[in-house]
């Protein structure tokens, strides 16, 4: 912990008041580490009273975040959802920066704050909104689905936006209102192909990654099946196809984790980044959460005491200009419009398509 949070402490009070949130993390927290996050955790509950705010908390925050202070905690599109809607004056990202950014384009009258301005994604960083102008003069007349893991500036220049949650149903609402048969699906090619094998209209993609996901390989699936046979393997769609094809699931962080609170697998592996089976974990105690993760560094950036530092100072504020947030709303808005999908999007029909054709930027 910061020198700069010495003084707080783990008094009988703090105890008392965080007693019910322990109980959800002591199975990844150590003790010791709940006597320094513990006060913390008080005092950034008590903040955001007086301040009137309410963090938002991405399923790949660390459990202290994610069941310690989140107000509202999920997948990409259920923080979307909630941004767009939530009532308090100060908004919180515990996220990364696209996420921030989409708040504010939600909630143009609110403060967002954003705990460190480095929280970024690989996937945001490989596209700008220069390459989608010279993509759309490449294939006019057909429409753009970004991925939500985007800026503000690449959103501004599309037509509707996606998550994992929802891209085949995005892809395919958009491919029916232009009475088109082909689709750009931007920046992620991962997603692009497996989406691709869940629908007949034809994908255009672009060769973004995700750092965390593109690093599992079959080979790893295919190990753990040897290791624990009877384990129970999700994979997040941002994973090679390969790695999907031998998974038993595939859904966006939101998906996994109904999978697991839903069907209560007697031991599961999360193919995804390290903080989700941890919290998780936290409300399914029956299940055994095996196997490996990878850390998405950019999530890693946001903390305790930066959430607490964020809070007092009302810092860092995420601004989009305004011309641009109102084009990139449009196209969040077309999204959070749709109805609400049930999952999975179509995993039989991905695992009865061997190989999808994309065609690639
Ligand atoms: P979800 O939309 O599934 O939460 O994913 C966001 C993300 O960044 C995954 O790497
Ligand atoms: Fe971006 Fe991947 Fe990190 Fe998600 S896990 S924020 S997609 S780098």
Avoid at 85 to 91: E, F, H, N, S
Avoid at 102 to 116: E, F, Q
Wanted: hydrophobic fraction near 45%; aromatic fraction near 6%; include cysteine.
């Amino acid at each position: 912990m910061a020198d700069g949070f010495a003084g707080f402490e783990f008094t009988p009070e703090v105890e008392a008041q965080t007693r019910p949130l322990w109980e959800k993390v002591k199975a990844r927290v150590t003790p010791l580490e709940w006597r320094l996050q513990a006060p913390l955790i008080a005092a950034i509950n008590r903040l955001k009273v007086e301040k009137n705010a309410v963090i938002l908390a991405h399923n790949y925050m660390t459990p202290e975040i994610f069941h310690g202070v989140g107000d509202y905690v999920g997948d990409s599109l259920g923080l979307a959802r909630e941004a767009a809607k939530c009532d308090a004056k100060i908004i919180v990202q515990a996220g990364v920066h696209f996420m921030a950014e989409t708040s504010k384009i939600l909630a143009p009258n609110k403060t967002v704050l954003i705990p460190d301005l480095l929280a970024g994604c690989s996937l945001a960083s490989s596209i700008t909104g220069a390459d989608v102008r010279l993509i759309k003069q490449r294939y006019p007349g057909i429409p753009v689905v970004t991925y939500v893991n985007t800026t503000a500036e690449v959103k501004a220049e599309t037509d509707i936006c996606c998550t994992s949650a929802n891209a085949v149903q995005v892809v395919e609402h958009v491919a029916r209102e232009w009475g088109v048969d082909r689709v750009i699906l931007i920046p992620d090619e991962f997603l692009a192909r497996n989406v691709a094998r869940q629908t007949d209209i034809k994908i255009i993609a672009w060769a973004g990654r995700c750092e965390v996901h593109e690093r599992f390989t079959a080979a790893d699936i295919l190990e753990l099946k040897a290791a624990y046979p009877g384990a129970e393997i999700l994979a997040h769609p941002e994973c090679p196809a390969d790695v999907l094809e031998v998974s038993d699931f595939a859904g966006s962080t939101a998906a996994m984790s109904d999978y697991v609170l839903t069907r209560k697998p007697k031991q599961v592996v999360l193919i995804t980044e390290c903080s989700m089976a941890d919290n998780v974990a936290g409300d399914a105690p029956e299940t055994e959460f095996l196997g490996p993760c990878n850390l998405c560094p950019h999530m890693k950036r946001i903390s305790l005491e930066n959430i607490y530092e964020a809070l007092l100072h009302d810092r860092y504020e995420v601004k989009v200009e305004t011309g641009m947030a109102d084009r990139a709303r449009l196209a969040v808005q077309r999204m959070i419009d749709m109805p609400p999908l049930a999952i999975p999007a179509r995993y039989d029909l991905f695992k009865a398509r061997h190989h999808v054709d994309i065609e690639l930027i």
